[in-house]
């Protein structure tokens, strides 16, 4: 069945870093993905989106190029803030259900 | 715009009480979900629903039900609380296109002692 995999965190960086985040997918068609961040005690609010093979999603400095070749969507930022210190989820979505599948969630640690 | 709102955002619950998370939209959105988020985990899903009158069971049903009387409203009942079902409860909703992702609540923290 479809599935997402990120990597497992926590990941640790000091600020000004350059992160990158790793989503790999498995999907039977052709899915719309998404990042969704939750910072701490807060719900999930949706990062950044692509639907299409080769589309860039971006926001608040964050990008995620939708690769069909590699099924993957990586979560790059080229300088971390400690205000960025949060859970981030992949996720797939496919037309068929419309229920998103869900990566476990990868923690990130800024310090300063 | 209020998007989806989750009433109360922090309960604490006997072993054996009952209560009812409540859910509304006001985004007109046909889909709409039950999620539990265990401290440190993922989310697993509990119930959905695709439209008014029409509810199925996600991954981690037993120990809720759920109603869709309305779009707007998706509350989540449970009937007989019990230590397992401490956990952020998470009530989300999304129109019927892959395009858009989910817009969701802000959580109900569920303790059960």
């Known amino acids: 069945g479809d599935s997402v995999t990120q990597m497992e965190g926590p990941v640790t960086l000091s600020e000004e870093a350059f992160l990158t985040i790793n989503c790999t997918y498995t999907a039977t068609g052709y899915p719309s993905l998404f990042w969704y961040v939750q910072y701490p005690g807060e719900g999930l609010q949706l990062l950044l989106k692509?639907?299409?093979a080769d589309d860039k999603g971006s926001n608040k400095g964050f990008e995620a190029t939708y690769r069909k070749e590699t099924t993957s969507f990586h979560l790059e930022k080229g300088s971390v803030q400690v205000s960025d210190s949060a859970v981030y989820f992949c996720?797939?979505?496919?037309?068929?259900?419309?229920?998103?599948?869900w990566g476990a969630g990868t923690k990130l640690i800024i310090k300063p | 715009n209020a998007g989806v709102t989750q009433t109360p955002k922090f309960r604490i619950l006997k072993i054996g009480q009952s209560m009812t998370l409540q859910c509304t939209q006001d985004m007109n959105h046909n889909y709409m979900y039950w999620y539990r988020q265990d401290p440190g985990m993922g989310l697993k899903l509990i119930y959905y629903?695709?439209?008014?009158?029409?509810?199925d069971k996600g991954e981690v049903p037993n120990g809720y039900n759920v109603s869709r009387s309305t779009t707007e409203d998706f509350p989540l009942r449970l009937e007989l609380a019990a230590p397992s079902q401490t956990s952020v409860y998470f009530c989300?909703?999304?129109?019927?296109?892959?395009?858009?992702?989910?817009?969701f609540g802000s959580g109900t923290r569920l303790t059960v002692v």
């Open positions: 989300a909703s999304s129109p019927p296109t892959e395009l858009y992702g989910y817009t």
């Open positions: 996720a797939l979505l496919m037309d068929s259900n419309y229920q998103l599948i």
């Open positions: 629903s695709v439209g008014a009158g029409i509810t």
């Open positions: 692509a639907t299409k």
